[in-house]
């Protein structure tokens, strides 16, 4: 028999499959993890943008999870667009007690500058969802909005992520720095040590889902039994080169590349082959 991890993305969705549910499968089966999904939008964007979004009721995402979770438990869960404060509290209410490994998207805005949480919302995740969280994956104006004040520097994002830590409850924060300038650097605090991930800045517009891939990758590695850290470098290799290989889709800001990371490999599978 052939035994594999399974993880779950409960989140938004992209018709045209560069963020949301859809990338996020994408990259569970990659990372060669069972992936499962419950949808909370269904939203009409594409490269260009969002035109419209529909929540689904709060009884019929708690069905659909539900029908997830008492029939093929995950080994780990992540979470994008959660738009309403219902729609939280009700993740809140069916993870409090879960010892799964638990990644948080706190998705806010889309890159094309389209609303994808409510205002009231941005308030109530710190609450609800942030405490339970395993790591949370802010960018820059997620994190700004969570903690309260500007980021523009690294140390700003190192107080940040520990703030996220600290104050909030997170077990661990990394803070994406897609959104400042020079070599693409994020901060990750896990309560006890901050460690920086470091790679080139690639000068491209296609980087439409790049928050969704990188937290579904760290989340299938974590679904695999890795550490934080390890997931969360494995996940670096696994955007920077879905970004370094972009696949020019679409007319606006296209999609990552999936297959990216296969022309080099990841490290953990450089070393494999090394050995
Ligand atoms: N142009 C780029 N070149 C290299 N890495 C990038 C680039 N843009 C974003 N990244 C990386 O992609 C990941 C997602 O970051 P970011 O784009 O800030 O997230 P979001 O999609 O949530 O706004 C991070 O690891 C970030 O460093
Ligand atoms: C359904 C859905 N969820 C999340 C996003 C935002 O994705 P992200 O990875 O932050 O990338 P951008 O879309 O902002 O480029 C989304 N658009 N849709």
């Avoid at 520097?153 to 996220?164: G, M, P, R, V, Y």
């Avoid at 080139?200 to 039994?225: D, M, P, Q, V, Y």
Wanted: one cysteine or more.
């Amino acid at each position: 028999m052939h035994k594999i991890a399974s993880a779950l993305t409960i989140a938004g969705t992209d018709p045209t499959g560069g963020a949301g549910i859809q990338a996020d499968l994408k990259v569970f089966q990659e990372r060669e993890v069972y992936g499962m999904s419950v949808i909370t939008s269904v939203v009409a964007q594409n490269t260009e943008g969002v035109q419209d979004v529909q929540h689904l009721t709060v009884d019929f995402i708690e069905k659909q999870l539900d029908a997830v979770l008492t029939d093929i438990p995950p080994q780990a869960i992540k979470t994008g667009m959660i738009a309403t404060v219902e729609m939280m509290e009700l993740i809140a209410k069916k993870l409090k007690n879960s010892t799964i490994p638990y990644v948080i998207d706190p998705v806010m805005v889309a890159k094309s500058g389209h609303s994808l949480m409510d205002k009231t919302s941005r308030e109530v995740i710190r609450q609800t969802l942030i405490p339970l969280a395993t790591v949370v994956t802010p960018n820059v104006p997620e994190a700004e909005i969570l903690v309260g004040f500007d980021i523009q520097t690294n140390d700003d994002a190192e107080k940040a992520a520990k703030l996220i830590v600290d104050e909030l409850g997170a077990q661990a924060a990394i803070v994406k720095g897609g959104h400042l300038t020079g070599e693409a650097i994020d901060v990750l605090y896990d309560g006890n040590e901050l460690y920086y991930f470091q790679s080139e800045r690639f000068n491209t517009k296609h980087t439409h889902g790049t928050g969704c891939t990188f937290s579904a990758a760290i989340t299938a590695e974590l679904a695999k039994g890795k550490s934080v850290k390890d997931a969360v470098e494995l996940g670096k290799a696994y955007i920077t080169k879905a970004i370094e290989y972009p696949l020019e889709l679409g007319k606006g800001n296209g999609p990552t590349n999936h297959w990216g990371y296969r022309l080099e490999g990841l490290p953990a599978q450089k070393e494999i082959v090394d050995k």
